[in-house]
């Protein structure tokens, strides 16, 4: 099937290996009660996204049937092995993508202006193909969007690519020149990277901005960014005894990246922030974040991280507001 590109940035960690503990399932609905209470207090061809996805299995399904809230529709694709093309300036919103299957999708956008809200995925990506599930870039210099998405169900071990690379939520091609704004987005338990947006840094030099975004227990790291002008915001990253262990924060040369209102709970089993990759150092400042101190900070190639404002090492790592805990409540965008 289709499948997004990797760059040759390489990683010298070992293959992946889930921790022992709590099933993720357990883990997933023990975060959405906690964010609840705080409210309180493609091998089957290529689709564009404006198609009606009949082939690929879709229905629409009324939120209110199901306990949601919203008052429009949302659609339910089949993962098929199919991949779903977003053109420039065009919304995909509003899917939720059925991975019970056992097969894989592939979201792809690399025009410009594009804008990716209120998607679910339910249940574990269990095909094995190692790709991307999201392969983007906005190639124009415009401003794209994702907002509003849940991948909180994961990847398994499983991987049949010959890259050797597990399933990655989101990948930023290395012609990245524009910006592309990730808000409320939850991602859980991949077997790859959570945001992998370090490639532009090597080539089209473009922005990312991570905000009021939750990501845990995925491999490699959680926020992977590389380019000036690039940052982390009101966001949280958490890993536990169970699912994979990656590092929080990863910075790729040039830099300079921003964290600024974080929450890094790394609980020992990954470093916090990690500057610096492949013989290349890179800046990273930290604002008012607390990192584990357990996890910590380390500085490759002539890196450096600065910590300034109230920075300390007492992290309590958080579902942000507004930010999806399940398939259905992304989908409907009742959160």
Known sequence: MAQNPRTSETDTTPKAT???????????RSFAAVATAAATLGAAGTTSAEDDY???????????ST?????????????????????????????????????DIVITAHGSEWTVRNI?????NTSGTGSATFGISDGAGGTSTV??????????????????????????????????????????????NAIYASAPGNSGGGTIHIDSCFAANCYVSHY??????????????????????????WAWSPGT??????????????????????????NVVLRNTDYDADGGIAEHAGSSVQLEDD?????????????????????????
């Open 18 to 28: 889930r921790n022992s503990g709590l099933s993720r399932r357990s883990y997933v």
């Open 54 to 64: 009949e082939e690929s299995g879709t229905t629409s399904v009324d939120p209110e």
């Open 67 to 103: 306990g949601g809230t919203a008052a429009e529709d949302y659609e339910v694709i089949e993962a098929a092995g199919q991949t779903i093309t977003i053109g420039d300036g065009e919304a995909w919103e509003n899917k939720l993508i059925d991975m019970t299957t056992g097969q």
């Open 120 to 124: 679910g995925f339910k249940g574990e």
């Open 147 to 192: 907002e509003n998405v849940y991948l909180g169900d994961g990847s398994s071990d499983g991987n049949g690519n010959p890259n050797g690379h597990g399933q990655t939520a989101f990948w930023v091609a290395p012609d990245h020149s524009g910006h592309i704004d990730f808000k409320n987005v939850n991602i859980q338990g991949f077997a790859d």
């Open 224 to 249: 992977r960014l590389a380019t000036e002008g690039s940052k982390v915001t009101n966001s949280s990253v958490y890993v536990d005894n169970e699912g994979y262990a990656g590092r929080g924060i």
């Open 257 to 282: 990246v921003e964290v600024e209102d974080c929450q890094i709970e790394m609980n020992g089993h990954h470093t916090a922030i990690d500057a610096g990759a492949n013989g290349q150092g890179t």
């Open 311 to 335: 920075t300390g090492t007492d992290p309590e790592a958080f579902v942000p507001a507004g930010t999806p805990t399940s398939p259905e409540e992304a989908a409907a965008g009742s959160n």
